[in-house]
């Protein structure tokens, strides 16, 4: 069996249906979201639809609880203040309902899963470094932990002898069983790392491997509907070069 873990589809469904159709021929496989299903893009309830029809574990993200009022959005940036207030417009009761009852991490067998950090997962920090990944190392106690939330594939090892190490994302990944690792699996739907596709993990637990996978999208369509929403441009914008 293959696990999928994808995170921060933020209503993008074109990415987020790429995802899936190239995901889903892959045989005896599950796939878990790390949260982040809406914000930001313009198909939040056919995202939250593609969601529960396809994932097994779903957790929530901070974009998620914002939509509904369950986390400030204080510290959000103009845009995603103003994604979030037309995403909480346009979402039934039944969505809101679906994200209130997201779980905020999980742990199966050797991992974890969480949206943004494993130590408190519930004030959102970011781990984007070494430094960042060393501290949060001790919030988990299995083997691998999947997080999202930077929209940034990252790679962080802890050593048996405490050595703190950085990997390569845009390589597969041979796992040691006895090391610690962080895998950011990057974003579907707002990938920020400069490469303009799609982002996902693909964990073999047999081969002990993690890949993380690229996947092109109609970005065009995406930025179409997002504009067609009134949604600020910068949000269409943004995508054509994954920033
Ligand atoms: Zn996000």
Redesign the pocket.
């Given at each position: 069996m293959k696990i999928i873990i994808i995170s921060?589809i933020?209503s993008n469904l074109e990415a987020f249906e790429a995802v899936l159709k190239e995901v889903n021929q892959i045989k005896d496989v599950v796939i878990y979201s790390l949260g982040?299903i809406v914000?930001y893009g313009a198909n939040p309830i056919d995202c939250i639809d593609l969601v529960q029809k396809n994932v097994t574990i779903s957790l929530a993200?901070?974009?998620d609880y914002a939509a509904i009022g369950m986390t400030s959005i204080d510290n959000f940036n103009p845009y995603a203040k103003a994604s979030t207030v037309w995403t909480a417009n346009v979402l039934s009761d039944k969505d809101k309902k679906y994200l209130q009852e997201l779980p905020i991490s999980e742990k199966v067998a050797k991992i974890t899963l969480v949206h943004a950090s494993p130590t408190n997962p519930l004030i959102w920090e970011y781990i984007t470094n070494i430094y960042d990944a060393k501290k949060n190392f001790l919030g988990f106690n299995n083997h691998l932990c999947f997080i999202?939330?930077s929209?940034r594939p990252a790679i962080f090892i802890k050593t048996t002898d405490e050595q703190y190490l950085v990997g390569k994302p845009d390589r597969r990944l041979d796992i040691k069983e006895e090391y610690k690792y962080f895998i950011n699996v990057g974003?579907v739907g707002?990938p920020r790392d400069g490469i303009p596709l799609a982002s996902y993990a693909v964990y073999d637990p047999e081969k002990n491997t993690v890949e993380i996978k690229r996947v092109p999208y109609d970005i065009t369509v995406a930025q179409e509907k997002i504009l067609e929403a009134g949604l600020p441009s910068y949000l269409a914008e943004r995508l054509s070069y994954g920033k």
């Open positions: 921060d933020h982040d914000g993200g901070n974009h999202g939330h929209h974003s707002q």
